[in-house]
């Protein structure tokens, strides 16, 4: 076939993209797990899902060919109904092709009835798919692609032709009462030679037994030159014989007494004859095992030439059932966001260069998902540019540092993934890897002891980072005192700064966020800016902005968070 098969709805054809993949622990970090749980309750679906969030390619050739298509898609709900019902069609007819794949052959025709049907079936599902595609709204290159993909496919397997010689072909089994077979004799009267003649609806009508065996053989004259049927023979039915004669004593020797010669739908002719018991319950395999080698090259050969380009195109076809259940669980979901509240836009990835990433409105999915009320979320501004390209964010404790580090996290690998993003606009040059460095409970208390763990898996995090890189560090390196974090913490987004890295840095270390502009002068040529979670007369306001840290220290935040100041202690 002429087709191409490496169609994807996931990657743009002609390009060959570098895709890295992200760890479990960063679609944890970011509550993307909870995203995926929530958008489908099937597991075989939720992986799916998570398999293409997770890797994520550079190219904003992808971004852009993908976010078409979800457009598509979230705009079309009437498209996804269709499809999903013609993918559950195409799994089941896959499921049932495949568990009698090994047993056609023994089968035969009486198999090829049924399949039939499921091949006609299976061609009205392509026939659907392409009459779906085809809607006037549909913009996208990928699903245009795909229309043209599949137009090609029907077209080079000759559906249409088949769909006509299938409809001529078709009989149901029932409509089958009869099948009139030619068995060619030697001298002794055994059957050396098979052959079909017909498949009739009409059963036999059944003759004298005398006036049926005169005709048959008992006339010399009635011999036949040729083996044409002439009309004129009739049939005699299989009968139960109670006495043992000559017929039993021959069938016990060969299995059976076969008379046949020319044969006839309506008046029928001469078939077999067996005694009473067990020769008797024989009689419907002996007849299976005869018709099929009869017609074993014949059919075969049918059931090939049905089934050839049925095959390759339910492969084909099949292989973007994933990609588009991808798209379709995501956009009910988001739609289904949407009408709760929820804003969402079409994010633009651009070329290198520029503002490498501006969001307006943006908040948590997560935070959105667990909400009764959206409309009391509160959404912030960001943008990130060679002078902003690490941010340290203080702010006080429960004040929304790790829900928004959470969210630029989540903005990238939407938008990437192709999907619409929670804000009200977004623009950003794609990632090429993230990082994020949480600690593993963030409840338990100050252990320095695991200072080191966290310094190891933070030089793992930067060996494996880029200058395209995104990373999400969260209250990282404040698992010993304040002196030894701040050291080390300070070196590290030394290091980060040299490599270039747009950077969220949530922290308690305030002070590491007031020497933002010495950072930037030591820097050889991006920038660190200070961001805070401002508050409101002491009251949390859960909206960032660009300042120098507020003056709480680290240490009354943790006795804030632990319960331990004056005021929380005697008020009891």
Not at 449 to 474: A, P, Y
Not at 493 to 511: E, F, S
Request: a negative charge; charged letters at 25%; hydrophobic letters at 40%.
């Amino acid at each position: 076939m002429g087709v191409n098969t490496a169609f994807s709805l996931l990657q743009p054809a002609g390009t060959d993209p570098v895709y890295r993949r992200l760890p479990d622990s960063v679609i944890h970090d970011l509550g993307l797990d909870a995203f995926c749980r929530e958008i489908s309750s099937d597991a075989k679906e939720r992986r799916l899902i998570e398999n293409v969030l997770s890797e994520i390619s550079p190219d904003p050739s992808v971004a852009v060919y993908r976010r078409q298509i979800f457009g598509d898609i979230l705009r079309l709900p009437e498209l996804r109904k269709t499809m999903m019902k013609l993918f559950e069609k195409l799994q089941f007819m896959r499921d049932f092709s495949a568990i009698h794949k090994s047993s056609d052959e023994e089968l035969g025709l009486w198999h090829l009835f049924h399949r039939l049907d499921d091949l006609d079936s299976y061609i009205t599902t392509v026939e659907t798919m392409r009459d779906c595609l085809s809607d006037e709204r549909i913009k996208s290159e990928g699903l245009i692609s795909l229309r043209d993909y599949i137009t090609e496919l029907y077209e080079d397997a000759c559906f249409a032709e088949m769909k006509k010689d299938i409809a001529e072909l078709k009989m149901k089994a029932s409509d089958v009462k009869s099948v009139t077979l030619g068995i060619n004799v030697n001298e002794r009267f055994e059957a050396v030679g098979i052959g079909l003649v017909s498949v009739n609806k009409k059963p036999f009508k059944k003759s004298g037994i005398v006036s049926n065996f005169a005709d048959a053989v008992a006339s010399k004259d009635r011999l036949r030159e040729t083996s044409e049927w002439d009309g004129d023979m009739h049939c005699q039915f299989i009968e139960k014989e109670e006495k043992l004669g000559f017929a039993d004593t021959v069938e016990h020797q060969t299995g059976f007494i076969a008379a046949l010669t020319s044969i006839s739908a309506d008046t029928g002719a001469t078939v077999v004859n067996v005694r009473a018991g067990d020769a008797m319950s024989g009689s419907t395999l002996y007849l299976d095992t005869v018709i099929n080698k009869m017609l074993g090259t014949l059919v075969r050969r049918l059931r090939d030439t049905l089934t050839k380009y049925a095959n390759v195109a339910i492969v084909n076809i099949s292989g973007l059932v994933p990609e588009f259940v991808y798209y379709i669980r995501c956009a009910e979901f988001i739609n289904a966001l949407t009408e709760k509240g929820c804003a969402f836009c079409e994010a633009q990835s651009v070329a290198e260069g520029g503002t490498t990433a501006e969001a307006k409105g943006f908040y948590n999915l997560k935070l959105a998902m667990a909400m009764e009320n959206v409309g009391e979320i509160v959404k912030n501004d960001l943008f990130f540019d060679k002078k902003h390209t690490v941010y340290i964010l203080t702010g006080a404790n429960r004040g929304g540092k790790t829900t928004l580090t959470q969210a630029v996290g989540q903005l990238f690998v939407l938008a990437q993934g192709g999907l619409f993003v929670p804000a009200e606009s977004f623009r950003y040059v794609p990632c090429d890897f993230i990082c994020t460095h949480f600690p593993a409970d963030e409840d338990k208390t100050t252990d320095l002891g695991r200072l080191g763990e966290e310094c190891v898996r933070f030089r793992e995090m930067f060996s494996q980072s880029t200058g395209r890189s995104l990373l999400l560090l969260n209250e990282t390196f404040s698992t010993t005192s304040f002196e030894e974090g701040y050291y080390i913490a300070r070196d590290a987004v030394k290091a980060i700064l040299a490599k270039g890295a747009r950077t969220i840095y949530n922290t308690h270390m305030h002070k590491l966020g007031e020497e933002a502009e010495e950072l930037t002068r030591e820097s050889s040529g991006a920038g660190a800016a200070s961001l805070i979670m401002k508050t409101d007369e002491g009251k949390r306001s859960f909206r960032v902005v660009q300042a120098s840290p507020e003056g709480s220290s680290y240490a009354k935040d943790i006795a804030e968070k632990y319960g331990v100041t004056y005021d929380m202690l005697v008020g009891g």
